[in-house]
């Protein structure tokens, strides 16, 4: 056994494979520690937050502040409150008044900004432009030149009716994010749903990796059993275990696995139930595999003395045909597994997936960002994580049975 196990991890593809699985469950593991609480809280009353550290404006406002004054803090004020569009529209204006804006960077929002400070009255009143057009460009320069002009905020309060002066907030007035009572990181942002898109996608990957173990387990004990008597006893049990198998070998396992989850209410449907019923679908190849295997096995000279000895089925099997087919076992039931997990998402991108109000998984996950449309809207942090921790797990599990594959196989040992 300690042999094996070090043979294991001489395969530079298992270490690389049992290392990102063992890493993904420890972040399963620790992370609710770190950030406990409901996944499908509802934090945000809008949808799709962008990912970030928020601060409480409510609390910044009265915290504490230091004085600074950075040289670039202007420039980055303009930089940022100038946006793409409003470019577009300074420099469309520039182009109906016939203006030359050649010797200025319209990068340099600074720049821009001086020079349509000093032309826009003669270019507004110059363009040919629509009414809408030219009432949209005086919003523009309103906004612009409230940016400006604005050196300070003044903080009010009503109290009984009066509206009293709290403090004012300058553009030199700094706060150190430490000292706020309420922040939250979201290093993800937030879901269609306002919650926290990282916290729901770690307990999401617990639970997806949960279905995908129970439906291996499933898959993998039926088959393993059906393929075990298929194979050592041979003759009428033989033909009708393989009758079943051929038949269901037929069907596609996907189309099956869906008109079964349809006929049943989503009410009903739970993680550890689509997980026995991925598995109850899954099991054919195993069994064929296994019957294989043990068909070559059954007429060893063990096997035979032990048939002599008059030793019962189930010790013959168990102790002279099941060890010399374990780590085959092992790597069908890691294929099981991957193969669950990804069975799960498929369901739940369908709809027929567990139910959708207490578990989240990373079907489900990928399921609400495409209805809310994060794919066509640049919502990235809504899916691609997802994706991506689909494809570490299935990536791992596979690299880590390729490993075993080539130790155990003797036709691909080095």
């Given at each position: 056994?300690k042999?094996?196990?070090?043979?294991?991890?001489h395969?530079p593809?298992?270490v690389?494979?049992?290392?990102?699985?063992?890493?993904i469950l420890?972040t399963?593991?620790?992370?609710?520690l770190?950030?406990?609480?409901?996944?499908?809280e509802?934090?945000?009353?809008?949808t799709?937050?962008k990912p970030g550290?928020?601060?409480?404006?409510?609390?910044?406002?009265?915290?504490?502040?230091?004085?600074?004054?950075?040289?670039?803090?202007?420039?980055?004020?303009?930089q940022?409150?100038?946006?793409?569009?409003?470019?577009?529209?300074m420099?469309g204006?520039?182009?109906a008044?016939g203006m030359d804006?050649?010797?200025?960077?319209?990068d340099?929002?600074?720049?821009?900004?001086?020079?349509?400070d000093?032309n826009?009255?003669?270019?507004?009143?110059g363009a040919?432009?629509?009414?809408s057009?030219?009432?949209?460009?005086?919003l523009l320069n309103?906004?612009?030149?409230?940016l400006?002009?604005?050196?300070?905020?003044?903080v009010?309060?009503e109290i009984d009716?009066e509206?009293?002066?709290i403090?004012?907030i300058?553009?030199?007035?700094?706060?150190?994010?430490n000292?706020?009572?309420?922040v939250?990181k979201l290093p993800?942002g937030t879901d269609?749903?306002g919650r926290?898109?990282l916290?729901?996608?770690?307990?999401a990957a617990?639970v997806?990796?949960?279905i995908g173990?129970?439906a291996?387990c499933?898959?993998t004990f039926i088959?393993?059993l059906?393929?075990?008597l298929?194979?050592?006893m041979g003759g009428l049990v033989?033909?009708?275990?393989s009758?079943?198998?051929?038949v269901?070998s037929?069907?596609?396992?996907?189309?099956l696995?869906?008109?079964i989850?349809y006929?049943i209410?989503q009410?009903l449907?739970g993680?550890?139930?689509c997980?026995?019923?991925?598995g109850?679908t899954a099991?054919t190849?195993t069994?064929?595999?296994?019957r294989s295997q043990v068909i070559?096995?059954r007429n060893r000279?063990?096997v035979?003395?032990?048939k002599l000895?008059?030793?019962?089925?189930f010790?013959?099997?168990?102790t002279d045909i099941l060890?010399?087919?374990a780590s085959?076992?092992?790597?069908?039931?890691?294929?099981?597994?991957s193969?669950?997990?990804?069975?799960?998402a498929q369901l739940s991108m369908?709809?027929?997936?567990?139910r959708?109000t207490?578990t989240?998984t990373l079907?489900?996950?990928?399921n609400w960002a495409t209805?809310?449309?994060?794919h066509?809207?640049?919502?990235w942090?809504?899916?691609?994580?997802?994706?991506?921790?689909i494809t570490?797990?299935?990536?791992?599990?596979?690299f880590?049975?390729?490993?075993?594959?080539?130790v155990?196989?003797?036709?691909?040992?080095d």
């Amino acid at each position: 056994m300690k042999n094996t196990i070090k043979q294991l991890f001489h395969s530079p593809k298992f270490v690389i494979g049992f290392v990102i699985f063992v890493a993904i469950l420890l972040t399963i593991f620790i992370y609710p520690l770190v950030n406990p609480g409901n996944p499908l809280e509802m934090i945000g009353i809008g949808t799709f937050a962008k990912p970030g550290t928020y601060v409480s404006l409510y609390d910044a406002v009265t915290t504490e502040k230091d004085t600074f004054k950075f040289e670039d803090a202007d420039e980055k004020r303009l930089q940022s409150a100038i946006s793409p569009s409003d470019k577009e529209a300074m420099l469309g204006l520039f182009e109906a008044a016939g203006m030359d804006y050649s010797a200025i960077d319209v990068d340099d929002s600074a720049q821009l900004i001086e020079f349509w400070d000093a032309n826009f009255d003669a270019a507004i009143s110059g363009a040919k432009l629509k009414k809408s057009a030219k009432r949209d460009l005086r919003l523009l320069n309103s906004r612009i030149q409230a940016l400006k002009a604005g050196d300070n905020f003044t903080v009010v309060e009503e109290i009984d009716g009066e509206t009293v002066e709290i403090s004012k907030i300058t553009k030199t007035d700094y706060i150190n994010t430490n000292k706020v009572i309420n922040v939250r990181k979201l290093p993800l942002g937030t879901d269609n749903f306002g919650r926290d898109t990282l916290r729901e996608l770690i307990a999401a990957a617990g639970v997806s990796l949960k279905i995908g173990l129970i439906a291996g387990c499933v898959a993998t004990f039926i088959g393993l059993l059906l393929g075990l008597l298929s194979g050592y006893m041979g003759g009428l049990v033989d033909n009708i275990i393989s009758f079943f198998t051929n038949v269901f070998s037929v069907i596609p396992g996907f189309v099956l696995l869906i008109l079964i989850n349809y006929s049943i209410s989503q009410e009903l449907r739970g993680p550890t139930l689509c997980a026995i019923i991925i598995g109850a679908t899954a099991w054919t190849w195993t069994t064929r595999s296994v019957r294989s295997q043990v068909i070559s096995l059954r007429n060893r000279d063990h096997v035979n003395l032990s048939k002599l000895s008059g030793h019962s089925l189930f010790r013959i099997i168990l102790t002279d045909i099941l060890p010399y087919i374990a780590s085959y076992v092992v790597m069908a039931f890691i294929l099981q597994v991957s193969s669950g997990i990804l069975a799960e998402a498929q369901l739940s991108m369908l709809g027929l997936g567990p139910r959708v109000t207490t578990t989240p998984t990373l079907g489900l996950m990928m399921n609400w960002a495409t209805l809310y449309g994060a794919h066509t809207s640049g919502r990235w942090w809504a899916y691609f994580p997802v994706i991506l921790t689909i494809t570490l797990i299935s990536f791992s599990l596979n690299f880590m049975n390729t490993g075993m594959d080539q130790v155990f196989n003797p036709a691909l040992r080095d």
